[in-house]
């Protein structure tokens, strides 16, 4: 049970965590902070929050768990504020959806207060943003990977994974850098090839003709590329190191496609094709069988 839980950007996600503790009935009180007032007041509305706070210092005083819930580059100067009000015993987490970056920050900002600093992120989204999207089953029978320091408190990392699987959610374990790796390869690439390839038709000549024929196979793989610019900008530059090297390993790929359309290899293209049909379904079968 939390007592006092404070919120840190009550959207999508701080939102859906905030409905989901309470229909669990694990949290007691739910303060939110914010950049608008209009998305606080819709928290509040629809009763995803108790009540809004401006001042940072009253809000998390005495919190057993403050959540940061904002965009990752919004993290460092959130860090940077709380690092004067907090109570020895909270616990502060994240949601980030990076993981160096967001742990880097914490040791500049709270150096005092590791122990009790807990990175995680749940592996559960949507296109849509802000309080209004928020959903109280959002992270049901969904993953959150946990990211924890070696300066971590046990007490505290069992907490945080407690409080996510009361949200109904699996925790899972692994090192900032494999998080970061990992979701380069099949988040944040996909997600830039997405905006990538409606970017391109949008700017033709032709655009709105291009855009009249699109039917369901431009709609699946653009379906991303309506998620939230300002959260997806921070995403890509807070990985870029490894979201490069991924570019260059799908523009090898490409290359790879392109040859054979060159040489009008119609067998290695075909190989290619099946070779990503089989393995896509077996993913999927494996998704229904957990
Ligand atoms: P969101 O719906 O846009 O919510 C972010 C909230 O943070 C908004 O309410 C926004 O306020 C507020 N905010 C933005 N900058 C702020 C600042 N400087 N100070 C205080 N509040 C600020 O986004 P989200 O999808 O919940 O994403 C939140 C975090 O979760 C991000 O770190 C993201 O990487 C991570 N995440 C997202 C997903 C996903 O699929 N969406 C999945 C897993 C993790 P306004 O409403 O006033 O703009």
């Known amino acids: ?19 989901a503790l309470r229909e669990a009935g694990a949290v007691n009180e739910i303060v939110g902070l ?12 629809l009763g995803i929050i108790d009540r809004i706070e401006t001042d940072l ?32 015993h909270t616990i502060v987490t994240d949601v980030g959806s990076t993981k160096r970056d967001v742990i880097s920050y914490a040791r500049q900002h709270l150096p005092v207060h590791l122990a009790r600093f807990v990175a995680a992120h749940p592996i559960a989204g949507a296109e849509k943003s802000g309080a209004t999207a928020a959903m109280a089953n959002l992270f049901r029978g969904r993953n959150v990977v946990v990211t924890p320091m070696p300066e971590n408190d046990p007490a505290a ?25 990992i979701f380069a390869a099949i988040s944040h690439l996909p997600h830039l090839l997405s905006f990538a390839l409606v970017e391109d038709i949008a700017f033709r000549a032709n655009a709105s ?3 009249s024929y699109a039917a369901g196979g431009f709609r699946d793989f653009t379906r991303i590329a309506g998620s939230h610019p ?10 870029r190191d ?46 229904q069988d957990s």
């Open 230 to 239: 300002e959260m997806w900008r921070d995403i890509c530059l807070a990985n």
């Open 57 to 88: 210092a009253s809000a998390v005083k005495d919190a057993d768990v403050v959540v940061l819930a904002v965009p990752v580059a919004a993290m460092q100067p959130t860090l940077a504020q709380l690092s004067a009000c907090l109570s020895p």
């Open 1 to 19: 049970m939390i007592n006092k839980l404070v919120i840190i950007g009550v959207g999508l996600i701080g939102g859906s965590l905030a409905l």
């Open 209 to 211: 003709e291009l855009f």
């Open 157 to 181: 990392v069992q907490m945080i994974s407690r409080m996510w699987e009361s949200c109904g959610a699996v925790v899972n374990t692994m090192p900032p850098l494999q998080h970061d790796e």
């Open 34 to 45: 914010g950049r608008s007032r209009e998305n606080l007041e819709a928290a509040r509305t």
């Open 242 to 287: 490894v979201l490069i090297r991924e570019i260059d390993t799908y523009q090898s790929q490409l290359n790879r496609l392109r040859g054979m359309l060159e040489q009008s290899d119609g067998k290695s293209l075909e190989e290619v094709f099946g070779h990503a049909r089989t393995a896509r379904a077996e993913w999927l079968a494996g998704k």
